[in-house]
């Protein structure tokens, strides 16, 4: 079955740099998009950032975009998450998510979420 493991979550101040990965198994790691999102406490999940299966293509949410940046090593099934110039408004439990299409698609959920790592940003 497919399995997503998320690492790399921690306490860092504002301004620095966090970077998270996703260990996935159990699928065909290349032919699937892969994305992240994120829900804060009291706030509903919200996407962040998405890659295509090839890697290609990459999507962020405008509040990220210019400071995260996805990346995917499909030789070892493992999706990464950038984060630099943190802010605490990017506090939050970061999950990884594969979608069932080759691409992102907006709109589209993932079909499989990792259990998620938490990030917090201190001021």
């Known amino acids: 079955q497919v399995q997503l493991v998320e690492s790399g979550g921690g306490l860092v101040q504002a301004g620095g740099s966090l970077r998270l990965s996703c260990a996935a198994s159990g699928h065909t790691f290349s032919s699937y998009a892969m994305g992240w999102f994120r829900q804060a406490p009291g706030k509903e999940r919200e996407f962040v950032a998405a890659i295509s299966g090839s890697g290609v293509n990459t999507y962020y949410t405008d509040s990220v975009n210019g400071r995260f940046t996805i990346s995917r090593d499909n030789a070892k099934n493992t999706v990464f998450l950038q984060m630099n110039s943190l802010k605490p408004e990017d506090t939050a439990v970061y999950y990884c998510?594969?979608?069932?299409?080759?691409?992102?698609?907006?709109?589209?959920?993932?079909?499989?979420w990792g259990q998620g790592t938490q990030v917090t940003v201190s001021s």
């Open positions: 998510g594969k979608y069932l299409t080759r691409d992102y698609h907006s709109g589209y959920l993932p079909g499989y």
